[in-house]
Structures are given as structure tokens and as C-alpha cells.
């Protein structure tokens, strides 16, 4: 499993519309093939900034499988226009558990 | 549910050493009341850079109740001395899943 990690700053007073098409856009991401699941949380200190954690079964399922989909398109109208700036994307590979 | 987020650099050459000094400290953290979870990985790209995700009860577990202790006491002894540059640490609301 490879989890997927982003910080989005969402533009000023469009949280709430971030929000619901992220709502959208969750049945999207979901869909792929090796999705395992989705979060996404909301910072308690500045409500403005989210993170996103996705877990994949392999790194190509989220670089090669989703980002040259068809459906990637659709993600990316619903979603990219709310970020400023543009978010980095990192991969993490879990090694210890609690 | 609050999630803990820290993005950790380890000093160069000492990656391997935090990891043995990480497993060790694990078992002081998932002992502290409201502790729900705990999560390290490793970044793919950059293999001396990790994500610390640990899922808190409330807020407080994490800032009053862990931070407070005598426990974090020997937590930091274990660990902070690993850290260039020393991790901003930022707390979530989950509002989202699939």
C-alpha cells in the first residue's frame, strides 16, 4: 500500500464550494482501479488549508492509472481551480503501525 | 477524531537509527489516554523525509494531554534530536471519506 499525501489551500471564501464538489469528485477518485480509500480532513488552526490522504495499492495505480485516465480530466476540472498555490503531491510507504 | 500531521526530515545518514529509536518510542505514545492510532512512513522521493500521522480522541489528548506529560519528556529525548529542520505539527478534522 502507498499513501498518497496533499496540502490543498483552498482560495479565499470558496471552502464551502471546495467542500461540495470535492463531495462530487469523491466518486471519481474511488472508482480506479487499486483505490483503497480516501480522506480528507480540515485544519482546525486554518480552516482555508485541507489534507488529502489516499491510499493506493501501488504508486503507478495513483501516477500512471488515475493521472493519465480519462477520469483524471474530470477530477481535475472539478477540483484544481479552487487551489492557490498549486498543491505538491508526495508518496509515502507505511512502515510502522500503532 | 483529530489527526496529528508532521512531516519529519531526518538529519543526513541517520535515517536508519531514527527508525530503531522510533519503534522504541511508539509504545510511549499509544499509551497516552485519547491516543487512537499512530502511522510513520517513509517518503518514496525522498527517502530521509516521513509523514507522522496519529489520530487523537480530542485536540487536548494531543496538546495538553501528551504534551504535558512527563511521557513526552522521554519521547523528546528520543526523538527531537533527529529533526533539521524541527516539524511544524498541524492538526485535522476529518470531514470526508470513501
Redesign the interface.
Known amino acids: 500500500m ?2 498518497e ?1 496533499a496540502i490543498l489551500n483552498v482560495v479565499e471564501d470558496r471552502a464551502e464550494e471546495f ?1 461540495k464538489a ?2 462530487e469528485a ?2 471519481i ?2 472508482s480506479m482501479p487499486g483505490f483503497q ?9 486554518h480552516p482555508k ?3 488529502l ?1 489516499v491510499r493506493w495499492q501501488t ?1 503507478e495505480d495513483h501516477t500512471v492509472g488515475f493521472r493519465q485516465s480519462p477520469e483524471y480530466e474530470t477530477w481535475k476540472s472539478l477540483l484544481h481551480h479552487f487551489y492557490e498555490p498549486f498543491p505538491s503531491v ?9
Chains 1, 2 share one sequence.
Open positions: 502507498i499513501l499525501l467542500e470535492f463531495a469523491r466518486s477518485i474511488s480509500s480516501l480522506e480528507l480532513g480540515r485544519n482546525l488552526e488549508r485541507y489534507v490522504l504508486l508526495e508518496h509515502f510507504e507505511p512502515i510502522l503501525k500503532a
